[in-house]
């Protein structure tokens, strides 16, 4: 990709807009002839709040999908740990990860028993096909090892840092790196690049900081040595609703300057379906335009333990020398859940959207994601 200099002088303006609507819940007490007309107002406010208004909207709508349910659809991984080969070797593998988290816990001080180091990890081949770009493969890995003995939180990360600039429960297949060149099914090359990076992690470092945070000092794509930053922060608003927001800016001695924003407004009610909006703002010394910005707006269901079915509208575009431009909307599907093992997942999206800048009306596009957990 060709790079466009941007001057770092340059202001960058990353706007966080969200609203938080209160209203009054009543008087206890009726006596007085002002408290009964500062509820009367507040009520009405709270009538002719748009926000509010539009999950009761939807709810009403009639559906012919299932109720919510929590009930497992796999066995437990305790069950099925000795049943086949794919079963004894992820836990052979699951076992490997703890045994050599211990080990190098062990190289920096005394391991407490009761703070046992330990190693997650994330295997991931995502699939995807279209009509313009055709099929691409694009294997992907994440670890993390949790080293307690150092006196801050402390852990080892490595494999594709990009999946760790998304949200926890995105809803969507993404990708931020660069597709396969030259129309190949599988970049052996690119994939890996793509999956070299390492860093130590220092997690919550301050505890006078109001958001959680992480430090990353690493190296990613070979020779890219880069410092990454994050914070992050709930708030839980009324009306069921709540809002999420995090800030993440990487620089590396390569790739400089790297800053996004993601946000997440979720409205979600006991054992219902929930509706949310994910938004994201990235700046990119190495990318063409100023800003690029997505958003997914969608209603999500869970008929099984850990299934989601969602659906909604998916708008994105850039900024451009002060010109912003909507590139591609349309509507879209995801569905992910357990297959076989409470260990392997399976998530399929459907898209039906367009693309102004290269000239492409609506068209279908299909992702499917293969994912173990170790």
């Known amino acids: 990709?060709?790079?466009?200099?941007?001057?770092?002088?340059?202001?960058?303006?990353?706007?966080?807009?969200?609203?938080?609507?209160?209203?009054?819940?009543?008087?206890?007490?009726?006596?007085?002839?002002?408290d009964s007309s500062t509820s009367s107002a507040s009520s009405q406010d709270e009538d002719h709040?748009?926000?509010?208004?539009?999950?009761?909207?939807?709810?009403a709508l009639p559906t012919f999908l299932p109720q919510q349910s929590n009930q497992p659809s796999v066995p437990p991984a305790l069950q099925t740990a000795d049943r086949t080969w794919l079963d004894r070797n992820q836990l052979k593998i699951r076992d490997w990860a703890d045994h050599t988290s211990h080990k190098i816990d062990n190289w920096f001080g005394k391991t407490d028993p009761?703070?046992?180091?330990?190693?997650?990890?994330?295997?991931?081949?995502?699939?995807?096909?279209?009509?313009?770009?055709?099929?691409?493969?694009k294997p992907r890995i994440r670890g993390k090892v949790k080293l307690p003995t150092l006196e801050r939180k402390v852990s080892l990360v490595f494999g594709d840092d990009s999946l760790d600039n998304e949200l926890d429960n995105n809803v969507a297949i993404t990708n931020e790196n660069l597709s396969n060149s030259n129309n190949k099914t599988l970049d052996r090359q690119r994939?890996?690049?793509?999956?070299?990076?390492?860093?130590?992690r220092w997690s919550d470092f301050s505890k006078r900081l109001p958001f959680e945070t992480d430090a990353d000092l690493g190296l990613r794509s070979g020779?890219?040595?880069?410092?990454?930053?994050?914070?992050?922060?709930?708030?839980?608003?009324?009306?069921?609703?709540?809002?999420?927001a995090e800030q993440i800016y990487r620089y590396g001695i390569d790739s400089k300057n790297y800053l996004r924003t993601n946000t997440e407004l979720t409205h979600a009610r006991p054992n219902q379906a929930f509706l949310s909006n994910q938004f994201s703002l990235t700046y990119a010394d190495d990318q063409d335009d100023d800003l690029t910005w997505d958003n997914n707006?969608?209603?999500?269901?869970?008929?099984?333990?850990?299934?989601?079915f969602s659906y909604g509208l998916y708008t994105g575009g850039f900024l451009n020398n002060n010109d912003l431009r909507l590139n591609s909307w349309g509507p879209f599907v995801s569905w992910r859940q357990p297959l076989w093992r409470e260990w392997f997942y399976v998530q399929g999206n459907l898209n039906y959207i367009n693309n102004h800048r290269d000239d492409r009306s609506h068209f279908i596009s299909t992702s499917v994601r293969l994912e173990a957990l170790f």
């Open 1 to 34: 990709m060709p790079q466009k200099k941007i001057s770092l002088s340059k202001p960058l303006l990353f706007t966080l807009l969200f609203g938080i609507m209160s209203a009054s819940n009543g008087s206890e007490s009726a006596e007085q002839s002002t």
């Open 49 to 59: 709040n748009l926000l509010y208004q539009i999950p009761n909207w939807i709810d």
């Open 114 to 137: 009761e703070k046992p180091a330990s190693a997650t990890l994330r295997v991931i081949v995502d699939n995807s096909w279209n009509k313009h770009d055709g099929y691409e493969i």
């Open 191 to 200: 994939t890996r690049e793509n999956n070299s990076s390492f860093a130590f």
């Open 223 to 244: 020779d890219d040595v880069y410092l990454r930053l994050k914070a992050s922060k709930d708030w839980q608003l009324e009306n069921d609703f709540s809002f999420h």
């Open 297 to 308: 707006l969608f209603r999500q269901h869970q008929f099984f333990h850990e299934n989601s």
